[in-house]
């Protein structure tokens, strides 16, 4: 059987997820649930990132101990998940036993084969992205990602990893495509970027700064740098499970601000450690606030995960996420756009659908033996079929938005064509019949194709036709009463 192992970021303990770390752990779901129901053995894996100086200093702040705090927040992050219903495989945790041990052993290979040395280093540092800063990568010398106060400039001796002696390596692989950065313009910023000239990577701290990490095996008064470990953790995950076979990964998923940690750290780590690489790395965009305004805690903009799901419901957010999904460019999210969407694609649309059809079908006496057997057409075979050629090609790019678009488009398809032949004024019984048989079939197909998205709604409306007497039933999408409560 083909494996597939697929993994989000794991996000740092120090903040509750927001509407962007839940669509990209959506996205990722949403493709370790298609390749199990195309027949591949899935791993998938998510988790927190729990050292570095930033975890560090929020629990400080709040005068917890930190290894409580993280614990605490790790409840936070896996009920989150539950809620969204994602179907992971793993949750890691960096402050894992198994996890610090082996990334102690890659570490130890690389001093061994004398790919890190030590050395004094000044420069500006973010403690939000956990990163030393280049120039250009700074906005009137701030970073364009975090508070001001959250840049200092900073002198340190630490041990440095000789990332200048693999990046051009890596800028081979990524142009042959060994390693796949998708989509194209991330390919291309990245490649870009290997054009100038890169610097080794700083991979310790001082644990008299802070002392919260995992120890550098051959000195005691430095941790390991927070990514370097958090980076392991694809690796350390397969150790932990005792499922070597899943490395390398098939695809990381992530948004482009950590693509070149992802592109280009991670695989120059993994050149001088003799392991394989992964297969792609995939970085979507964005998402802003509606009117283009940068989602921030100043701003009061940020949109929690759990409002929308009390608005629209699991599977209807996760629709939304896919429509909105910001595979290229950024793209904006908010109650206006998606209380339209919902309401046009979901209750008017599909649910609207289901239920018209239901309730033709009981007129008409159909029952589960006049209907194609979905329980015995898979995923895979019914993405053989020509007609849905580019609905494969759209999951197997991950373009999740222009998935839902194709998908939209069938759902209208059937609704037009119920509408055309009128089965309910038809003085042909026979071929009226027929007629709403058809469009059963194809609302079957279409929530076949529909069941990595919208897992529930799926299986609920195949239930709605998998009955020796079909009834007509409630809506599947609550309408939206008020618009309070944003
Ligand atoms: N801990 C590191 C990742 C280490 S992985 C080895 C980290 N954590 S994070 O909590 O900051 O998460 C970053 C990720 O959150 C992004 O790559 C993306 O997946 C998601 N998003 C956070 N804000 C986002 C938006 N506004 N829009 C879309 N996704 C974004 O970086």
């Known amino acids: 059987m083909d494996r597939f192992y697929i993994t989000t970021p794991i996000y740092y303990s120090n903040d509750v997820p927001h509407i962007g770390h839940s669509s990209t752990t959506v996205y990722a779901d949403i493709m370790a649930r298609f390749n199990r129901l195309?027949?591949?053995?899935?791993?998938?894996?998510?988790?927190?990132?729990?050292?570095?100086?930033?975890?560090?200093?929020?629990?400080?702040?709040?005068?917890?101990?930190?290894?409580?705090?993280?614990?605490?927040?790790?409840?936070?992050?896996?009920?989150?998940?539950?809620?969204?219903?994602?179907?992971?495989?793993?949750?890691?945790?960096t402050s894992n036993k198994t996890h610090k041990e082996v990334v102690q052993e890659?570490?130890?290979?690389?001093?061994?084969?004398?790919?890190?040395?030590?050395?004094?280093?000044?420069?500006?540092?973010?403690?939000?992205?956990?990163?030393?800063?280049?120039?250009?990568?700074?906005?009137?010398?701030?970073?364009?990602?975090?508070?001001?106060?959250?840049?200092?400039?900073?002198?340190?001796?630490?041990?440095?990893?000789?990332?200048?002696?693999?990046?051009?390596?890596?800028?081979?692989?990524?142009?042959?495509?060994?390693?796949?950065?998708?989509?194209?313009?991330?390919?291309?910023?990245?490649?870009?970027?290997?054009?100038?000239?890169?610097?080794?990577?700083?991979?310790?701290?001082?644990?008299?700064?802070?002392?919260?990490?995992?120890?550098?095996?051959?000195?005691?008064?430095?941790?390991?740098?927070?990514?370097?470990?958090?980076?392991?953790?694809?690796?350390?995950?397969?150790?932990?499970?005792?499922?070597?076979?899943?490395?390398?990964?098939?695809?990381?998923?992530?948004?482009?601000?950590?693509?070149?940690?992802?592109?280009?750290?991670?695989?120059?780590?993994?050149?001088?450690?003799?392991?394989?690489?992964?297969?792609?790395?995939?970085?979507?965009?964005f998402y802003n606030a509606e009117g283009g305004l940068k989602m921030s805690k100043s701003l009061g903009n940020v949109i929690s995960p759990q409002k929308l799901i009390e608005r629209y419901g699991v599977d209807g957010t996760r629709y939304l996420l896919c429509f909105s999904m910001p595979y290229e460019n950024d793209s904006e999210a908010g109650f206006n756009l998606f209380d339209k969407v919902y309401t046009a694609d979901l209750v008017n649309g599909l649910g609207n659908l289901v239920s018209r059809t239901a309730k033709l079908a009981e007129i008409f006496g159909i029952n589960a033996l006049n209907l194609r057997e979905i329980n015995s057409v898979d995923?895979?075979?019914?993405?053989?079929?020509?007609?849905?050629?580019?609905?494969?090609?759209?999951?197997?790019?991950?373009?999740?938005?222009?998935?839902?678009?194709?998908?939209?488009?069938?759902?209208?398809?059937?609704?037009?064509?119920?509408?055309?032949?009128?089965?309910?004024?038809?003085?042909?019984?026979t071929k009226a019949k027929e007629n709403v048989i058809n469009a059963i079939n194809q609302i079957l197909e279409i929530s076949l194709l529909l069941t990595p998205i919208m897992p529930s709604i799926s299986s609920k409306i195949i239930n709605v036709f998998d009955k020796n007497k079909i009834v007509a039933i409630s809506p599947l999408f609550e309408r939206i009463k008020t618009t309070e409560n944003k």
């Open 38 to 93: 195309v027949g591949k053995e899935v791993l998938f894996t998510t988790g927190n990132d729990e050292h570095g100086e930033k975890v560090y200093l929020t629990a400080q702040k709040g005068e917890v101990d930190t290894q409580k705090y993280v614990d605490d927040m790790a409840l936070k992050w896996e009920e989150m998940w539950k809620d969204f219903n994602i179907s992971y495989d793993f949750f890691v945790r």
């Open 106 to 285: 890659l570490l130890t290979k690389l001093y061994n084969k004398n790919d890190i040395y030590k050395a004094k280093y000044k420069g500006i540092y973010c403690v939000g992205c956990e990163e030393f800063k280049t120039e250009r990568q700074l906005v009137n010398g701030f970073c364009p990602m975090h508070r001001k106060d959250q840049i200092s400039e900073r002198e340190v001796e630490n041990y440095f990893f000789k990332l200048s002696n693999y990046s051009s390596i890596v800028k081979n692989k990524i142009e042959s495509d060994e390693i796949k950065v998708s989509p194209d313009n991330k390919r291309k910023e990245i490649l870009s970027r290997l054009d100038e000239e890169v610097r080794d990577l700083s991979i310790s701290r001082e644990k008299e700064q802070f002392d919260w990490g995992i120890s550098i095996p051959w000195d005691n008064t430095h941790t390991i740098y927070v990514w370097v470990e958090a980076l392991m953790n694809y690796y350390t995950n397969v150790k932990i499970l005792k499922k070597e076979e899943f490395w390398p990964a098939n695809v990381h998923f992530m948004a482009k601000d950590i693509m070149w940690f992802h592109s280009v750290i991670w695989p120059s780590l993994l050149l001088a450690l003799d392991l394989p690489l992964p297969k792609q790395i995939f970085a979507h965009g």
């Open 379 to 429: 995923l895979k075979e019914l993405l053989k079929s020509s007609k849905y050629g580019e609905i494969e090609k759209c999951y197997s790019g991950y373009r999740l938005n222009q998935l839902i678009e194709k998908i939209e488009k069938l759902i209208n398809d059937v609704n037009v064509f119920i509408n055309e032949k009128a089965p309910w004024k038809d003085a042909d019984k």
